[in-house]
């Protein structure tokens, strides 16, 4: 018998984004026009990125052969990042996912700007991250510019700018780190063993589950990733947020909401779940990657002489049509 529903199903009959489309339905002519100059300033068709500058697939500037030897060395990390992953793996179960949603879907946190998230971000120190010495801002802006030297599109510039502001989690809700950054993984499903320590799962209860512990677990091949429930943490919280008050593609989104969840975009691990739409977004997310990982070597960016041109971006792509409120100066709910 097929598992009941227990978390979010969205509707993959529905266009992506129709959230924008609906609003654009309600909306008088005058918001219509508004709405027609932001999707084209955004080159968004349907909800889909168009092929914009330099196409989002195009090779980036690292040399990744080179640079994968630089990072992601776990076996090498402190004991810093080994005890985040053992605590991690151990308490991010299915029970513990179901209620970190129902409590993210019921509240705001806070209401803040972009750039007031990027500034109360900068005093966290991620402890899963075994390669940055820089603070979350630097990452931000250097994986933004990264991206804008190679000469992506704008919305794509601006998933590196914003791709880890869920780690703000930190400061509301969160249990610890553990529940808020490092790799992520499926829950629910037998945990692979590409997952990095794989053996650090032993003591999580789910390891003995009689259905989470089989291959499939309460999933069915092809049922696509977006119905599959990841470790909640900075991902998952941040899409969330993007999908309901942003203007940005589904590539971009998909950026966001995976850009962790490394078994799969690096490891291969986890294919069976994927659906025809997954093969797409598997590519964006693969474009995206090199930009968070390796620019993490690169010179420390100036922030307040960055700050003008980002801003520019976050009003196209936080655009506010409902209230004509610019990007730069929407509160956001988070
Ligand atoms: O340690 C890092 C960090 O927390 C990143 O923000 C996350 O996206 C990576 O997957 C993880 O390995
Ligand atoms: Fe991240
Ligand atoms: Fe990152």
Redesign the pocket.
């Known amino acids: 018998m097929a598992p009941a529903p227990i978390f979010e199903q969205p509707n993959v009959a529905e266009p992506f984004n129709n959230h924008r489309d609906g609003l654009a339905l309600e909306a008088t002519s005058d918001d219509i026009d508004q709405v027609n100059i932001l999707k084209s300033a955004m080159k968004v068709k349907q909800g889909t990125a168009t092929q914009e500058e330099k196409d989002i697939y195009e090779k980036s500037q690292f040399d990744a052969e080179k640079d994968k030897a630089q990072f992601r060395q776990y076996e090498d990390a402190c004991d810093r990042v080994k005890n985040f992953y053992r605590e991690q793996h151990e308490k991010q179960t299915v029970a513990y996912n179901l209620k970190a949603r129902n409590n993210f879907r019921f509240k705001t946190r806070a209401e803040m700007t972009i750039w007031e998230a990027i500034e109360k971000l900068n005093t966290l120190i991620?402890e899963?991250?075994p390669d940055t010495s820089l603070s979350q801002i630097e990452h931000l802006l250097q994986s933004a510019e990264a991206i804008r030297r190679d000469g992506k599109p704008r919305w794509m510039q601006v998933v590196g700018l914003i791709h880890?502001l869920g780690?703000l989690l930190f400061f509301f809700d969160a249990q610890g780190q553990w529940d808020v950054?490092?790799?992520t993984f499926p829950v629910g499903c037998a945990f692979d063993e590409k997952i990095i320590y794989p053996g650090t799962f032993k003591n999580n209860p789910d390891s003995n589950d009689p259905i989470y512990s089989t291959k499939y677990g309460i999933y069915t091949p092809g049922c696509g990733i977006d119905n599959v429930m990841l470790s909640w943490g900075?991902?998952e919280y941040l899409y969330h947020l993007c999908k309901d008050q942003s203007n940005l593609p589904e590539e971009a989104l998909a950026m966001i909401r995976y850009?962790?969840f490394?078994p799969w975009h690096n490891q291969e691990a986890y294919m069976w779940m994927m659906n025809e739409k997954d093969v797409k977004m598997l590519e964006a997310v693969r474009a995206f990657n090199p930009y968070?990982l390796y620019s993490k070597s690169d010179e420390v960016p100036k922030v307040e002489v960055l700050r003008p041109y980002y801003e520019e971006l976050l009003d196209e792509a936080f655009f506010d049509h409902e209230n004509g409120i610019r990007g730069r100066d929407r509160k956001l709910r988070w």
Do not use: E, N
């Open positions: 991620d899963s991250d880890d780690k950054v490092g790799d900075h991902d850009h962790s490394y968070d």
